[in-house]
């Protein structure tokens, strides 16, 4: 039996994937999905195939217990909250706690790569909210994403154009994954049910430098890519000029950190085992996208 899934942040680019490949890969039932975010308003494509929609806000620990009511699997896509102070993982804590009590059977997490010793700002709130599910007593299934192609576009663009990339990263490497194919992955996590808990580190075929990663982006953009090793704190610093407040520049120089401590590896085979497929390799991701790394 399939049970109900409830998908939050369905609204968001991941969820909103994740509940695509249910549907389109996975051919789960729409009455089986229920598409949940803080803005339902945002959900009416999902709506108009069929699948239910709820408001669900963490942030509202009395509203989950409807939101959460006659779901059997539950994933709880990772919220944005940064502000230094603990949110985050509150919200975390309090949509667990609300799944007990509401009777789910399984809870899904996404999560990110040894949150234990990432040097990710963030990654606290990361290996606080794992700590809880497994707390929790309920099954787990954990979805730890690796860095997505998606996020190169972020950066590359400007370099590109200056023909200079600023890093930190040393000869760290990240296997680079897409969105949609952790999307793939988590759905076709969801529409199977595992003997027991389990963790899934999903990343790319190839763990790439950023001399690697520049020379795929040189190749295929046809315009010059020097990569510029810096310390830390110049970094930081060229962030804050380039507009960031410090706290976000403070967690991208973070991602630096992480890759050159080899953090975001290694390279699992955690995909495929999941959907049968290769990842999409990176340079076919950059040739798909090459407009909007000259952009």
């Not at 994403?145 to 200079?164: F, I, R, V």
Request: with cysteine.
């Amino acid at each position: 039996m399939m049970g109900r899934i409830l998908v939050t942040g369905a609204g968001g680019k991941l969820g909103g994937l994740v509940v695509k490949h249910l549907l389109e890969t996975e051919k789960v039932a729409a009455s089986d999905i229920v598409a949940a975010s803080r803005t339902p308003e945002k959900l009416t494509d999902f709506a108009a195939q069929g699948v239910e929609t709820r408001k669900v806000d963490f942030n509202d620990p009395e509203s989950l217990k409807t939101a959460f009511a006659g779901i059997d699997k539950l994933l709880i896509v990772s919220t944005d909250a940064l502000d230094g102070e603990g949110t985050r993982l509150r919200q975390h804590k309090t949509a667990i706690a609300a799944a007990g009590a509401a009777g789910v059977s399984r809870i899904f997490y996404t999560s990110l790569p040894n949150p234990a010793e990432s040097a990710v700002s963030f990654a606290p709130d990361h290996l606080g909210t794992e700590e809880a599910i497994k707390a929790s007593g309920l099954a787990y299934t954990i979805f730890r994403n690796d860095w997505y192609q998606e996020n190169t576009l972020m950066a590359l663009p400007h370099a590109l154009a200056g023909g200079q990339w600023f890093v930190a990263s040393g000869e760290g490497r990240i296997p680079y994954i897409a969105r949609e194919d952790c999307a793939r992955a988590i759905a076709a996590g969801l529409a199977r049910t595992p003997a027991g808990n389990t963790i899934h580190t999903l990343t790319g075929a190839e763990a790439l430098s950023a001399a690697e990663t520049a020379a795929i982006v040189s190749e295929i953009t046809g315009k010059p890519l020097a990569v510029v090793q810096i310390s830390d704190e110049q970094l930081v610093e060229g962030l804050k000029s380039a507009g960031f407040p410090e706290p976000v520049a403070l967690t991208l120089a973070s991602f630096d950190v992480n890759q050159r401590k080899g953090l975001f590896e290694p390279v699992t085979g955690d995909f495929k085992e999941l959907t049968g497929r290769d990842p999409v390799a990176f340079r076919t991701f950059v040739a798909e996208n090459k407009a909007a790394f000259l952009a």
